[in-house]
């Protein structure tokens, strides 16, 4: 990973270097997260389509992933599910979560596991944007 090193401006990562695993079972919320990370920058995305094979993708990686953008109801395991088998071997694994379902229990479970960010659905490209950007605080 690299950054920018200029005096006058933050530090900013280079997101064309990271990899970032979309775990998304919708096709076009998956599109949408996809296309939303690329006009950021990032181009090594991975997508998965459900929690369990997202869990195999990471590790099939070795954790060499600096984002994850989870579903919340995926089959296999779910994106709760997969963000507390994350945190147990990653804990500072970057960590968004979408979901249709944005109540008060959701938002504190995932909170509880140590979700970075949390986006409801539908959501807008921009949207996305501003929590990673929040994320890598930039």
């Known amino acids: 990973m690299s950054f920018t090193t200029d005096q006058t401006t933050p530090l ?3 997101f064309a270097e990271f990899q970032v695993i979309v775990a998304e079972d919708e096709p076009m919320a998956a599109k ?9 920058g990032f181009r090594r995305i991975f997508h998965a389509t459900d929690g369990l094979k997202a869990l195999k993708l990471l590790k099939e990686l070795d ?3 600096q984002l994850i953008v989870s579903d919340w109801n995926m ?3 779910n994106g709760l599910e997969f963000l507390k088998a994350v945190r147990k071997i990653f804990p500072k694994m ?3 979560m979408l979901t249709g379902n944005a109540n008060r229990e959701f938002v504190m479970a995932a909170r509880k596991y140590g979700v970075d960010a949390y986006i409801a659905k539908p959501f807008t490209p921009d949207q996305l944007k501003q929590k990673v950007e929040a994320i ?3």
């Not at 997260?33 to 950021?40: I, N, R, S, V």
Request: a positive charge; proline letters at 8%; zero cysteines.
């Open 12 to 14: 900013r990562p280079n």
């Open 32 to 40: 949408l997260a996809q296309g939303a990370l690329k006009l950021m």
């Open 63 to 65: 954790g060499d992933v």
């Open 75 to 77: 089959p296999a395991i």
């Open 94 to 96: 970057r960590f968004v």
């Open 136 to 138: 890598f605080r930039l």
